[in-house]
């Protein structure tokens, strides 16, 4: 009981120092994403993603995180936890290196919604249906129109033999 009782102490010590480091990383990776102010959304949102990192089958929950913030009793990250947080905050670090390469632009429109310091990584391109001026980032690489109604008009336009002899006729004359 005595021997139990001093290896449980020496256990806490060290899952204390542990939980202290991870409680920092956490709060670094949660603060890098979210900002200072803390919700629930936000940490079953992280969770998820800590646990998609290190691909729990039980993912971890906002509350649990939440716990550890708080510094409840009775909750103790472990190695897992703290290699998911590892990994997620060098993906922060790419992230910052790329918010630091794009500039914001003016006069964007989107068609779904966009958080703020969305990265576009897509090239613009100009609506290959002759006379259609709309510039877009296309959702494929081989999207050639902005519309289905500008790629059915193109292909209308391309499926008619008796406009181009007409005009073939025009230039003959
Ligand atoms: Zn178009």
Not at 11 to 31: C, F, I, K, P, S
Not at 115 to 123: F, K, R, S, Y
């Amino acid at each position: 009981m005595e021997s139990n009782a001093l290896s449980g102490r020496l256990l806490d010590t060290a899952g204390q120092l542990n939980m202290q480091t991870a409680r920092e990383l956490l709060l670094d990776v949660y603060q890098d994403l979210y900002g200072p102010q803390i919700t629930l959304a936000n940490l079953n949102e992280l969770a998820g993603d800590l646990s998609r990192v290190v691909g729990r089958s039980r993912p971890w929950t906002g509350k649990f995180l939440h716990s550890i913030i708080k510094q409840y009793a009775g909750f103790s990250t472990n190695a897992s936890l703290t290699k998911a947080l590892t990994i997620l905050a060098a993906r922060l670090d790419g992230l910052n290196e790329i918010q630091a390469q794009a500039q914001e632009m003016k006069g964007l429109l989107a068609i779904n919604e966009l958080p703020p310091g969305t990265v576009i990584l897509g090239l613009a391109r100009r609506c290959a249906a002759p006379g259609c001026p709309v510039r877009f980032v296309p959702t494929h690489p081989r999207q050639k129109y902005h519309s289905k109604a500008c790629a059915a008009l193109d292909r209308r336009q391309k499926q008619q033999p008796e406009a181009r002899s007409q005009k073939r006729v025009e230039y003959s004359n």
